[in-house]
């Protein structure tokens, strides 16, 4: 028993324990990190994706008038442009009232996420988030990420895009498992 009391067993135990916790840190960080990397990523996808959509609708739609050209963009044949199989779109109004939406082609369900009318009003009013979390009323948690539509410096509306977190979070789920 004497043999634990001295010092160089102390100072073992000290950094064993020590070392131990430093791993279990470094290892929730390792996840979040790499969650953030995740959504971040799928977050810049889906914004490339909605500047192309855009781009490709503003050509198609080239010969119309501005006016008719922004009352079409804030409808649902610009939002279901914007939904593709995972992804799922909606249009707000600068009050941040729905005025189109889109669901997923592959989702069971209809509903599009929302967020709150004020994270709506944020956006519009200054720079978006990178992306958002948010919970459908089925109870899935979606990454949304939110584009100002613009006419030149004035903002007209938001273009909401969407993808469920469940794949994200299976590969969280590997990834630890590995």
Known sequence: MARFRSLR???????????AVLLLVGGFAQYFA?????FRSNAQVLTSEYAAVLTAFRKQNVNRP?????????SNQFSSQLASRHT???????????LAQAPATLSST??????????????ISGAPQPYYIATS????????VL???RNGTKALGLAQLSI???????????????
């Open 137 to 144: 009323s089925d109870g899935s948690t979606h990454l949304v």
């Open 164 to 178: 469920p977190t469940d794949e994200i979070d299976q590969t969280l789920r590997a990834d630890r498992q590995l």
């Open 88 to 98: 799922s779109a909606a249009i707000f109004d600068v009050n941040g009232g729905r």
């Open 9 to 19: 067993w102390r100072l073992t135990a000290f950094y064993l324990g020590l070392l």
């Open 110 to 123: 209809e509903d599009v996420p929302t967020l709150t009318t004020q994270q709506y009003l944020d956006a």
């Open 147 to 149: 584009n100002v539509i």
């Open 66 to 74: 501005a006016v008719a050209l922004r009352a079409l963009i804030l």
């Open 34 to 38: 790499a969650r953030e990397v995740l």
